[in-house]
């Protein structure tokens, strides 16, 4: 039942995650030629594009981040030496109905109004809006903006501008998660979605020319909805992790919360056989993860997946408790499901990334951003780059003092590579793109390129070379 009246305003300095360094860029522009302090790597040559929560207009009734908000796409292109920026806003029909009315029609995710046909038209009244602001990616000849479980949207690859929600050709209508998982040996690109309805759970693969070849697959064992951020891929396996995290929308309308957190049910494990071959399970002691960092098969056959482990699913979950992060290392016994589980560091640490081409291989190097301790800040602000070797846990950081930096992404260059990250200053507000050598991050950036406008403190993104 729609609400009477539409939720007031939210006060955004008052905000945490709607002012200072995550404050919403409503700006689209394009610019040439950006300063750069330092040497830009000679081989690198590509584009770096980021998502990220960015409401159009001042919200209504609530804002949960990091799930809230529409999608804005920024772009750093380099080639030879220089580097040029550009950004749009994902234009879904919700941003395109505000864009004309000049001001937010829906609400937050977790407030139960939803506009009426007198508001926004039959067609969208008493629609949730799209929310494909956590991700993008380049597959099959598509550029997709992702959404936490929902159908993608496709944006054309010259001006970034939204040409519609991808369906597949109507093969994956329910939509896929925002973290896909790309085989760099065979190019299939697998994925899941989570629903509120029976089957709750699905799987699908789409070829490397985009097509899809394995339409969504319900994964059985799955008795009601939860919530799943991230997946892993091995070459043999998809693994999902079920935190205990469950979705609730009666609690919800009688004004509960959306979502629970039942840490006696345990985290669960999917070990799904890419063949399609029956699904394993296993269960360990209740945790949270969004990200893992990879997935490989070692040489007796068990799964290794390195991942962040979080203590609860702190932004909904109460508790008087600290809710502590660290890499972590899971083995998995595909065929038992018999879990094990290894502290690689403790730290205040997430987003973490590897070099892409390494997906479902042995890896090294884990990057991760995270707090030092040295100041106070707000929770998804980060002023710690780490580097882990997920071997031995050596570590290895750089502190950023003033500067908020985002998710860590590798680049590869030629002769060398690099690690590189948007970086804001909290009381400048002006950012910058920072180039690590991979061999030696600590030593600071090589290269910082002055971004045109202010990016705020996003999500997720990916390089997608010449």
Request: with cysteine.
């Amino acid at each position: 039942m729609n609400a009477p009246h539409a939720p007031a305003v939210i006060d955004m300095d008052s905000h945490p995650h709607l002012a200072g360094v995550f404050a919403p860029q409503r700006l689209e522009i394009d610019a040439a030629d950006l300063q750069i302090v330092g040497t830009l790597p000679a081989g690198l040559s590509g584009s770096y594009l980021r998502n990220g929560e960015n409401p159009r207009f001042d919200p209504l009734g609530t804002y949960l981040y990091p799930i809230d908000g529409d999608g804005m796409v920024h772009r750093l292109t380099f080639r030879d030496g220089r580097a040029s920026y550009s950004n749009r806003f994902v234009r879904t029909p919700a941003v395109v109905a505000e864009e004309k009315a000049g001001r937010a029609l829906w609400a937050g995710i977790l407030d139960p109004y939803f506009p009426d046909p007198a508001t926004v038209g039959d067609e969208l009244a008493g629609t949730t809006r799209d929310l494909p602001d956590i991700n993008v990616v380049r597959h099959g000849g598509r550029l997709l903006a992702l959404a936490e479980s929902a159908p993608p949207f496709l944006l054309d690859g010259v001006d970034l501008h939204t040409v519609c929600r991808e369906s597949f050709a109507g093969q994956l209508p329910a939509g896929m998660t925002a973290h896909p998982k790309i085989d760099p040996s065979t190019g299939e690109m697998v994925s899941f979605c989570y629903m509120l309805e029976p089957p709750y759970l699905m799987w699908s693969v789409v070829g490397a020319d985009g097509a899809v070849t394995r339409g969504p697959t319900p994964v059985p064992g799955v008795e009601q909805p939860s919530m799943i951020h991230d997946m892993a891929l091995t070459p043999n396996y998809v693994v999902l992790l079920l935190g205990p995290l469950y979705f609730d929308m009666a609690a919800m309308m009688t004004g509960g919360s959306l979502l629970q957190w039942k840490p006696e049910v345990g985290t669960r494990v999917a070990v799904i056989p890419r063949d399609g071959s029956p699904v394993r399970w296993g269960v360990t002691d209740a945790f949270w993860l969004w990200h893992t960092v990879n997935a490989y098969e070692d040489t007796d056959g068990s799964i290794v997946l390195d991942y962040v482990e979080w203590t609860r699913a702190g932004f909904v979950a109460e508790s008087d408790l600290p809710n502590l992060s660290a890499l972590t290392r899971a083995r998995i016994d595909p065929m038992t499901g018999r879990i094990s589980r290894e502290v690689i560091a403790q730290a205040d640490m997430e987003f973490p990334r590897i070099d892409d081409t390494l997906l479902t291989l042995r890896h090294r190097t884990a990057a991760l951003v995270g707090e030092s301790g040295i100041q106070d800040l707000v929770s998804g602000d980060a002023d710690r780059a780490y580097w882990f070797d997920t071997d031995t846990g050596v570590e290895t950081h750089w502190d950023s003092g003033d500067l908020a930096i985002g998710e860590p992404i590798y680049l590869s260059a030629g002769a060398a590579d690099y690690w590189g990250m948007i970086a804001t200053g909290r009381k400048d507000l002006e950012s910058w793109f920072l180039v690590f050598p991979a061999d030696d991050p600590a030593s600071g950036p090589v290269a910082r390129v002055k971004l045109p406008q202010r990016v705020p403190a996003g999500l997720h993104g990916a390089w997608l070379p010449d």
